[in-house]
């Protein structure tokens, strides 16, 4: 007979996740249960339950209560705490902060119901087995709500992406809503993802927009991205010391045989199995600052001498720039003060110049990229953003409608819309390719993406070939219709010149 006090094995049982993150954060901010009552209008006896994991809040009212437990925390928590919980979250400000727990805690409340609902316990065993799942729900299990800890995260995983549906490898990344840009950068965030690259590539320029958008996406956080036969058919992700989940697809739709593991000793083995696989060889694409690539020069140079460039932009760059503007731009930069040399900069744009003037250059262009300028001005000048003036915008514009010319050394044309009819992809990267090597500068991001492997920079030019070749109907090729689309827009920047207030343009 067990003789063992009832109460005190009640204490050592593991609480639900819910009850252990809403008892950390209390404990942070050092509120006291009363005071959470009184903020919820709730009796202190439902906070304890809460927090013992004896109880949940209501489905019903769940949402409610929670958006409200947040604003209490970050209201009346300790600032000392707030500060730690600012850095935890990897935010800037208190609103910030309440939004992040709020979904910190969501997440939390809805694993435990789900787990609630599926097994009739609210703690994960350390261990499940499932003979098969459907990928969506594969995927739901993916999304573990560990992956909120962004103040330290280290993710490992295998995802045979490509067998995947387009609908399902969105979600597989976490971008299925398709907001690309985070204006937060998680540098404590290390994602290593292995993809198999076996296959035909039949839907090569969906596949190739995917991958694009979802380095685009996944632009604020330490991404690696690696190639392997091995992740052929298979699903894997691991997170150090607390994850582990891994199946096999049988169907593009389908797992079988997976396991989903909880704690360190079970995810341990996965994560390591997987570490040991993603190795410098098999890195699909190599990072670099490019304040570093431009302050070496000497990769930016080769690659712009390299035989058979092929330039897709999504955004205006300092290569569209003539002589004369790159100069008023590069001496207000340097007014700002800039950390490459001037000297530097303006031997970059001669080399640039020079190659675009003997026609060396496939030039496709975003007509996005063009229209966006009339309007905002926006230029991306090397490593920064600057703000073009309206005289200097109709430069600019005079200078794309002479690449249109016959006797130009530059072969122009137009992308008008989007090369895949999917929000989901609607990225406009900036591709630097040629015979030798492919380099990328993805929107909102301070590093450019040099391909590593000649089997990813061989799937890059093809994809360029078969857009430049017509085979997206979205590209404009006829020089007569680019004319008279960049004609207008030149139109249009001198209407607004027009009626601009007499200084209005020096306020630009």
Same mark, same amino acid.
């Given at each position: 007979?067990?003789? %063992?006090?009832?109460?005190?094995? *009640?204490? #050592?049982?593991?609480?639900?996740? !819910? +009850?252990?993150?809403? @008892?950390?954060? =209390?404990?942070?901010?050092?509120?006291?249960?009363?005071?959470?009552?009184?903020?919820?209008?709730?009796?202190?006896?439902?906070?304890?339950?809460?927090?013992?994991?004896?109880?949940?809040?209501?489905?019903?009212?769940?949402?409610?209560?929670?958006?409200?437990?947040?604003?209490?925390?970050?209201?009346?928590?300790?600032?000392?705490?707030?500060?730690?919980?600012?850095?935890?979250?990897?935010?800037?400000?208190?609103?910030?902060?309440?939004?992040?727990?709020?979904?910190?805690?969501?997440?939390?409340?809805?694993?435990?119901?789900?787990?609630?609902?599926?097994?009739?316990?609210?703690?994960?065993?350390?261990?499940?087995?499932?003979?098969?799942?459907?990928?969506?729900?594969?995927?739901?299990?993916?999304?573990?709500?560990?992956? %909120?800890?962004?103040?330290?995260? *280290?993710? #490992?995983?295998?995802?045979?992406? !490509? +067998?995947?549906?387009? @609908?399902?490898? =969105?979600?597989?990344?976490?971008?299925?809503?398709?907001?690309?840009?985070?204006?937060?950068?998680?540098?404590?965030?290390?994602?290593?993802?292995?993809?198999?690259?076996?296959?035909?590539?039949?839907?090569?320029?969906?596949?190739?927009?995917?991958?694009?958008?979802?380095?685009?996406?996944?632009?604020?956080?330490?991404?690696?991205?690696?190639?392997?036969?091995?992740?052929?058919?298979?699903?894997?992700?691991?997170?150090?010391?607390?994850?582990?989940?891994?199946?096999?697809?049988?169907?593009?739709?389908?797992?079988?045989?997976?396991?989903?593991?909880?704690?360190?000793?079970?995810?341990?083995?996965?994560?390591?199995?997987?570490?040991?696989?993603?190795?410098?060889?098999?890195?699909?694409?190599?990072?670099?600052?490019?304040?570093?690539?431009?302050?070496?020069?000497?990769?930016?140079?080769?690659?712009?001498?390299?035989?058979?460039?092929?330039?897709?932009?999504?955004?205006?760059?300092?290569?569209?720039?003539?002589?004369?503007?790159?100069?008023?731009?590069?001496?207000?930069?340097?007014?700002?003060?800039?950390?490459?040399?001037?000297?530097?900069?303006?031997?970059?744009?001669?080399?640039?110049?020079?190659?675009?003037?003997?026609?060396?250059?496939?030039?496709?262009?975003?007509?996005?990229?063009?229209?966006?300028?009339?309007?905002?001005?926006?230029?991306?000048?090397?490593?920064?953003?600057?703000?073009?003036?309206?005289?200097?915008?109709?430069?600019?514009?005079?200078?794309?409608?002479?690449?249109?010319?016959?006797?130009?050394?530059?072969?122009?044309?137009?992308?008008?819309?989007?090369?895949?009819?999917?929000?989901?992809?609607?990225?406009?990267?900036?591709?630097?390719?040629?015979?030798?090597?492919?380099?990328?500068?993805?929107?909102?991001?301070?590093?450019?993406?040099?391909?590593?492997?000649?089997?990813?920079?061989?799937?890059?030019?093809?994809?360029?070939?078969?857009?430049?070749?017509?085979?997206?109907?979205?590209?404009?090729?006829?020089?007569?219709?680019?004319?008279?689309?960049?004609?207008?827009?030149?139109?249009?920047?001198?209407?607004?010149?027009?009626?601009?207030?007499?200084?209005?343009?020096?306020?630009?």
């Amino acid at each position: 007979m067990d003789k %063992r006090n009832p109460a005190r094995c *009640d204490e #050592m049982e593991p609480k639900n996740r !819910f +009850s252990t993150l809403l @008892e950390h954060l =209390m404990s942070v901010a050092a509120l006291k249960h009363y005071v959470v009552a009184q903020a919820l209008q709730y009796d202190v006896s439902y906070i304890s339950k809460w927090i013992g994991g004896k109880a949940l809040p209501a489905e019903k009212s769940a949402e409610d209560v929670l958006r409200r437990l947040s604003r209490c925390l970050v209201e009346q928590g300790e600032p000392q705490g707030l500060v730690q919980l600012i850095r935890d979250y990897q935010v800037q400000d208190e609103q910030e902060l309440s939004l992040a727990i709020y979904d910190n805690l969501m997440a939390e409340y809805n694993y435990v119901r789900e787990l609630q609902r599926s097994s009739g316990a609210v703690v994960a065993p350390n261990v499940a087995f499932y003979p098969q799942l459907p990928l969506k729900n594969f995927i739901g299990k993916m999304h573990h709500p560990v992956l %909120r800890r962004v103040h330290s995260l *280290d993710i #490992m995983a295998v995802l045979d992406l !490509f +067998s995947m549906p387009s @609908e399902y490898r =969105m979600q597989a990344m976490g971008i299925q809503s398709g907001g690309y840009l985070n204006q937060h950068r998680y540098p404590h965030v290390h994602f290593s993802l292995m993809v198999s690259l076996r296959g035909d590539r039949k839907a090569l320029v969906q596949d190739v927009m995917f991958l694009t958008s979802a380095l685009t996406a996944l632009s604020h956080i330490d991404l690696h991205l690696y190639g392997c036969d091995f992740a052929y058919g298979k699903a894997l992700m691991a997170v150090r010391d607390d994850f582990a989940i891994s199946g096999m697809l049988i169907r593009p739709d389908r797992c079988v045989a997976v396991n989903v593991c909880e704690g360190p000793e079970n995810s341990a083995p996965l994560y390591s199995t997987i570490q040991a696989l993603c190795t410098r060889e098999r890195l699909l694409f190599q990072p670099e600052p490019l304040r570093d690539m431009l302050c070496s020069g000497a990769a930016y140079v080769q690659a712009l001498l390299a035989p058979g460039q092929q330039w897709m932009l999504g955004r205006l760059t300092e290569h569209t720039l003539p002589d004369d503007l790159f100069g008023e731009i590069l001496a207000q930069c340097e007014q700002e003060g800039m950390a490459v040399d001037r000297a530097r900069l303006e031997e970059l744009h001669r080399v640039a110049a020079a190659v675009m003037q003997q026609g060396r250059v496939r030039l496709l262009l975003y007509e996005s990229a063009v229209s966006d300028l009339v309007v905002s001005g926006q230029v991306e000048f090397f490593d920064r953003i600057v703000q073009l003036t309206l005289a200097q915008r109709a430069q600019l514009l005079q200078q794309l409608m002479s690449w249109n010319e016959a006797e130009s050394g530059v072969e122009l044309r137009l992308i008008h819309g989007r090369l895949v009819p999917d929000f989901q992809y609607d990225v406009h990267p900036c591709m630097f390719l040629n015979e030798t090597g492919a380099t990328l500068r993805l929107e909102g991001c301070d590093q450019v993406l040099h391909v590593n492997r000649p089997e990813m920079a061989a799937a890059y030019l093809t994809f360029f070939e078969e857009i430049w070749n017509g085979e997206a109907p979205v590209v404009v090729q006829e020089p007569e219709q680019i004319r008279q689309y960049l004609a207008h827009l030149l139109q249009n920047v001198r209407m607004l010149a027009d009626i601009q207030p007499q200084n209005g343009e020096e306020n630009k």
